[in-house]
């Protein structure tokens, strides 16, 4: 279809059909207590997609090339306020020489 869906069509009719993703079917304890004459295989397969790698962990462009936090920001531009607080700090410290 246009819009991504998939349609399984024979002869002209449509028939019913599910999307099956084996990466993400996982076997669960439920499982295998529902199915007891399946449960040494069911008890397999999990034992075998535990064991299963991990997936690969993707670094950024920025890693790769060698970048490294420290937690540091910079400065950034000064605030408008920024003077005002400046010639209030050296008031409060003409005063405190004064006294």
């Known amino acids: ?7 399984v069509r024979a002869n002209g ?9 084996p990466h993400q079917q996982r076997v669960t304890h439920a499982a295998i207590t529902k199915n007891k004459h ?5 008890t397999h397969i999990k034992e075998a997609q ?11 462009v920025s890693a790769k090339n060698g970048y490294k936090k ?12 920024e ?3 400046e010639r ?10 004064q006294d």
Do not use: N
């Open 50 to 60: 535990e064991k299963a790698a991990p997936p690969p962990k993707v670094k950024p």
């Open 1 to 7: 279809m246009p819009d991504g869906r998939i349609q």
């Open 38 to 42: 399946l449960s040494a295989v069911l």
């Open 70 to 81: 420290t937690g540091c920001r910079p400065p950034g531009r000064p605030s408008k306020m």
């Open 83 to 85: 003077a005002y607080y």
């Open 88 to 97: 209030r700090r050296a008031e409060r410290a003409a005063q405190v020489g």
């Open 13 to 21: 009719v449509a028939l019913p059909c599910s999307i099956f993703d």
